[in-house]
């Protein structure tokens, strides 16, 4: 008995799918990046000149900028009693200086309302003065 190739029902779907090719494609793929990554890694090879020079510059001293609140809502730059203007006045002046902006500690009192130190917080960002730090205390 003759064996048959056709289908019984030709407009039936074929539900395999055939992943030879597709494999064939990945391993090409996977060949020609291994292959051209050295070399464009070797493209901007650059001979630098040595440094004549012993001594490193030191990086510029800055020094972090303390902002406390205390329970009764009364700001402090430092150590010295400010209003919020004045407050507003030295802000203005760290956000408009050349050098790096200094890191600006926020000391609220546990007891204030946090509202408070949002405000100041806010005062930063205005001025794009990022980097923060709202000290706690360590128990």
């Known amino acids: 008995m003759a064996r048959s190739f056709h289908r019984k029902n030709k407009l039936a779907v074929i539900s395999d799918l055939n992943v030879t090719p597709l494999i064939d494609l990945a391993f090409s793929l996977l060949i020609i990046f291994m292959i051209t990554t050295p070399v464009i890694e070797q493209y901007n ?38 209003a919020l203007p004045e407050l ?16 600006i500690h926020i000391r609220g009192d546990k007891t204030l309302p946090y509202q408070r130190v949002i405000d ?18 360590a128990s």
Do not use: C, H, M
């Not at 507003?88 to 890191?103: F, M, V």
């Open 45 to 82: 090879r650059v001979n630098l000149p040595d440094q004549s020079s012993t001594s490193n510059q030191p990086p510029p001293a800055v020094e972090d900028k303390y902002i406390t609140i205390d329970a009764a809502g009364a700001f402090f730059w430092g150590k010295e009693p400010v």
């Open 88 to 103: 507003e006045n030295r802000l203005d002046q760290i956000s408009n200086s050349a050098g790096p902006s200094p890191t």
């Open 120 to 137: 100041v917080v806010n005062l930063l960002k205005e001025r794009n003065l990022t980097k923060l730090s709202l000290d706690t205390r």
